[in-house]
Nanobody
């Protein structure tokens, strides 16, 4: 069994910063790729940032220059540093970790529980 836990969300004023982190544990062995998604009320879930083998592979245009995704393979963690936050960044943020788990190291996708980020104006 694999557990993916997110932490670090909360309420912040516009212009502030937050750091989201996501950790895979249990029978999880190794990350192959990861991403952060967000979903605002009444909106579709969108991919904000993605990484593979420690390299950023996707960054939403509206967050370029403000958000940074990092991968810590030693600890099976992925983080999203969010700077200069704007009210339109308000959403529930979800972590997706793709990786190998279990006795036979089968690759699969694992989602975090979602964490609220609220940016006040």
């Amino acid at each position: 069994q694999v557990d993916v836990v997110e932490y670090g969300g909360g309420l912040v004023q516009a212009g502030g910063s937050l750091r989201l982190s996501c950790e895979a544990s249990g029978s999880f062995v190794r990350i192959s790729a990861a991403g952060w998604y967000r979903q605002a009320p009444g909106e579709q879930r969108e991919l904000v940032a993605a990484t593979a083998n420690g390299v950023t592979t996707k960054l939403l245009d509206s967050v370029k220059g403000r958000f940074i995704i990092t991968e810590d393979d030693a600890n099976n963690m992925v983080s999203l540093q969010m700077n200069n936050l704007k009210p339109e960044d308000t959403a529930v943020y979800y972590c997706l970790i793709r990786g190998y788990a279990g006795r036979y190291h089968v690759e699969d996708d694992y989602w975090g529980q979602g964490i609220q980020v609220t940016v006040s104006s």
